[in-house]
């Protein structure tokens, strides 16, 4: 338990402003380890940055700048911490299960600016997001979903335990005419009953890739 403690006491050492944002998870016992069909990904709203474009061309140029972050996700409940910062892309997470409702979890990312095709014809895409866990504590999962007009088009998701880069990248999906595509990269931590687990990453880049 000593060292349960001390893994939230270092994170919050760190300089954390931790944020209550229920914005996406049900309070639900936890007891046993996570598992990916259990937990939801963060809810969506309608982003503030759009970028639309009509053609190829408009597309391309987009594509060859870095895709800025809209909003940070931050969202924990029960013996559950977390922060993202927009402006070193560094994400913290930390939690212990107690066993106890509610369940003890949390989550901490980005999320991308999203695209509208106005184009009139639907073109392929891919998106990829880097992960650089600099701290681990137990087991984490690394997140990436990609939502048309808050509904989710697909996600992949990798459970790991040990510090270094990681990427995900998503199946290929259709952009069509006149709706709203958003990319969501985070973190995710619930460990199982009694034991803890945190994490330290930070979340370079959020890059999407297209083809007519």
Not at 42 to 52: A, D, I, L, N
Not at 85 to 101: C, F, K, P, Q, Y
Request: net charge neutral; hydrophobic share 40%.
């Amino acid at each position: 338990m000593k060292r349960t403690i001390l893994c939230l006491a270092v994170l919050l050492a760190m300089g954390l402003a931790m944020e209550i944002v229920l914005v996406g998870h049900a309070a639900t016992s936890q007891p046993n380890a996570f598992s990916p069909d259990q937990v939801k990904p963060p809810g969506v709203k309608v982003p503030h940055k759009v970028y639309s474009f009509r053609d190829k061309n408009a597309l391309a140029k987009f594509l060859q700048q870095p895709s800025p972050y809209t909003a940070k996700i931050a969202i924990q409940t029960g013996l559950g911490v977390s922060n993202a910062d927009l402006s070193t892309l560094e994400t913290w997470v930390a939690a212990i299960n107690d066993g106890r409702d509610p369940g003890d979890f949390a989550d901490a990312g980005f999320y991308s600016v999203a695209l509208e095709n106005t184009s009139g014809v639907k073109c392929k895409a891919t998106v990829k997001a880097s992960f650089d866990v600099a701290m681990i504590q137990g087991q984490i999962w690394l997140n990436l979903t990609i939502y048309r007009d808050s509904d989710i088009v697909t996600t992949r998701d990798q459970a790991i335990s040990s510090s270094g880069p990681y990427g995900l990248t998503t199946s290929s999906f259709d952009i069509e005419p006149n709706h709203i595509y958003l990319a969501a990269a985070w973190i995710y931590c619930g460990p199982p009953t009694n034991q803890a687990a945190a994490a330290k990453t930070r979340i370079p880049e959020i890059k999407w890739a297209a083809e007519w």
